[in-house]
T-cell receptor, first 115, second 114 residues
């Protein structure tokens, strides 16, 4: 089973709202990722958690706040977003260890629209 | 800088014909290369990867890729295209930084006509 689930599938929020995106995997992976993808562009890495600790933050604005409460869950808390933050947000997970094991498996994404 | 390039924005092929989606890489050290496919409004699906060993890598849905070190290429191929193969294809490289960081190419849209 290589399934990563994400909720919600779609989200519309105002610039003053607070919302959260959720990601879950039950593959025993110990690395989880958030990506942002604009239309017709490649995914851009935002955050990486390894063993529930933040290991990479790609200089993402503080209005995006990640959280990894346990090895199966990954959240992305959103606050005071801008319209340019509208995008598809993808979650991925992978094993940690040898590079050969670190295939990232992606969820279906949350399509976010900021008004 | 370590990167991959996909020189074609779009590839058109007729159903039943062979297809090739091109990818070249620029990496210091041994490259770890990946192909993913994305259907409209969906996440990325892993197709195959090259880590080491045989230069011809077989993956999901009948796809394969050939690693060519001298040409620094990792082209995706399929002997007989299906209309359902129409999607956006991304080549990616894992950076040799000790972190699990993938860098993606710009993507190639494959259109298979009936």
């Amino acid at each position: 089973d290589t399934e990563v689930t994400q909720t919600p599938k779609h989200l519309v929020m105002g610039m003053t709202n607070k919302k959260s995106l959720k990601c879950e995997q039950h593959m025993g992976h110990r690395a989880m990722y958030w990506y942002k993808q604009k239309a017709k562009k490649p995914p851009e890495l935002m955050f990486v958690y390894s063993y529930e600790k933040l290991s990479i933050n790609e200089s993402v604005p503080s209005r995006f706040s990640p959280e990894c409460p346990n090895s199966s869950l990954l959240n992305l808390h959103l606050h005071a977003l801008q319209p340019e933050d509208s995008a598809l947000y993808l979650c991925a997970s992978s094993q940690v260890g040898l590079a050969a094991q670190e295939t990232q498996y992606f969820g279906p994404g949350t399509r976010l629209l900021v008004l | 800088a370590q990167s991959v390039a996909q020189p074609e924005d779009q590839v058109n092929v007729a159903e039943g014909n062979p297809l090739t989606v091109k990818c070249t890489y620029s990496v210091s050290g041994n490259p770890y290369l990946f192909w993913y496919v994305q259907y409209p409004n969906r996440g990325l699906q892993f197709l195959l990867k090259y880590i080491t060993g045989d230069n011809l890598v077989k993956g999901s849905y009948g796809f394969e890729a050939e690693f060519n070190k001298s040409q620094t290429s990792f082209h995706l191929k399929k002997p007989s295209a299906l209309v359902s193969d129409s999607a956006l294809y991304f080549c990616a490289v894992r950076l040799n930084t000790g972190f699990q960081k993938l860098v993606f190419g710009t993507g190639t849209r494959l259109l298979v006509s009936p």
